[in-house]
């Protein structure tokens, strides 16, 4: 089951966290973390860049596979491997 769920209502657009049991709007989630609405809902929608995943993980201190589990194997695998990176779990492989 997807963690995180985009809701569009008409006035406003939503973020559902299924692990958390949270609901929030685009606009509150991103002040709250310091972030651009943009980046929160093309993250929500799957339509966001790998470094947009990766810093809303970071922002969570999740990783982005437990976010986004419904992502493709390989996907999941390489932003995993990126998010432990930098969190200096693991090292960077050359």
């Known amino acids: ?3 995180i769920t985009l809701i569009n209502n008409k006035n406003n657009i939503y973020i559902i966290d299924t692990k958390k049991n949270t609901k929030k709007s685009v606009q509150n989630l991103a002040k709250e973390k310091g972030i651009q609405h943009k980046m929160v809902y093309q993250a ?24 986004w589990p419904n992502r493709s ?14 969190t200096g779990v693991r090292k960077l492989q050359q």
């Open 1 to 3: 089951m997807n963690q």
């Open 73 to 86: 194997d390989n996907l999941k695998r390489d932003d995993d491997y990126l998010y432990k990176v930098i």
């Open 44 to 67: 929500a929608k799957k339509t966001g860049s790998k470094s947009t995943r990766i810093q809303l993980a970071l922002i969570q201190k999740r990783l982005p596979s437990e976010i």
